[in-house]
């Protein structure tokens, strides 16, 4: 059974128009991640949350935002996206940031922006 | 800073040829953890291995290997008797205590049939 699931599976947006993407998970983890994979490359670090607490990485625009409703849900919202934003968003978990537990990974939702 | 090298863009083999994968890292910390996942056509990253930085043991789980070594910082891993279905891209990466994962670009295999 899926432990981290994300929905939906494929989005497509027009330039300009919010969008959100969700995440949830069953292992009852601390640490929510996401993720942006263009393609061919590494997934890179957006933000992460653990527990409550909020860590956006530096280079992350301000485009995107987080919500962490709770300890299962956590959403990925891109106010206005732009065609540079057409990506994979992986969502993964951990039950802790001292590196020893591996991340979990969802099936990603493939976005693309027209 | 961290760092995590993948040096081969793609790699194709023939189905039941062994193939490794290579992977150097770059970290100052004397404590940290190295991870391998695969990514399928489907798009979700899965756990392979992990290896702390204390433990240098290889290690085989079946046809997969991992060869670690610090005198190099080089986290191989090696597929034996490769199959179709180890068709996939491939990260290796990088954790600190505290920190977030640090990704390879990926290794994209193509096993033929």
């Known amino acids: 059974d899926a432990m981290v699931i994300q929905n939906p599976r494929y989005q497509v947006t027009q330039f300009g128009k919010p969008v959100t993407l969700s995440c949830s998970q069953t292992?009852?983890?601390?640490?929510m991640y996401w993720y942006q994979q263009k393609s061919s490359q590494a997934p890179k670090l957006l933000f992460h949350?653990?527990?409550?607490?909020?860590?956006n990485e530096a280079d992350t625009p301000d485009n995107f935002q987080s919500r962490r409703p709770n300890t299962s849900f956590c959403f990925l919202d891109i106010r206005s996206p732009g065609l540079g934003d057409t990506a994979m968003y992986l969502c993964?978990?951990?039950?802790?940031?001292?590196?020893?537990?591996?991340?979990?990974f969802g099936q990603g939702t493939r976005l693309t922006v027209v | 800073a961290q760092k995590v090298t993948q040096a081969q863009t793609e790699i194709s083999v023939v189905e039941k040829e062994d193939v490794t994968l290579d992977c150097v890292y770059e970290?100052?910390?004397?404590?940290?953890?190295l991870f391998w996942y695969k990514q399928p056509p489907s798009g979700e990253l899965v756990f392979l291995i992990r290896r702390n930085s204390f433990d240098e043991q290889n290690e085989i789980s079946g046809r997969y290997s991992w060869n670690f070594q610090k005198s190099t910082s080089s986290f191989n891993f090696t597929i034996t008797a490769s199959q179709v279905v180890d068709s996939a891209v491939y990260f290796c990466a990088l954790i600190n205590y505290g920190q977030n994962f640090v990704f390879g670009p990926g290794t994209r295999l193509s096993v033929l049939p």
């Open positions: 993964a978990t951990s039950r802790d940031l001292d590196g020893y537990t591996e991340a979990f």
């Open positions: 292992l009852n983890h601390n640490v």
């Open positions: 949350y653990y527990d409550k607490d909020f860590n």
């Open positions: 970290t100052r910390d004397t404590t940290y953890y």
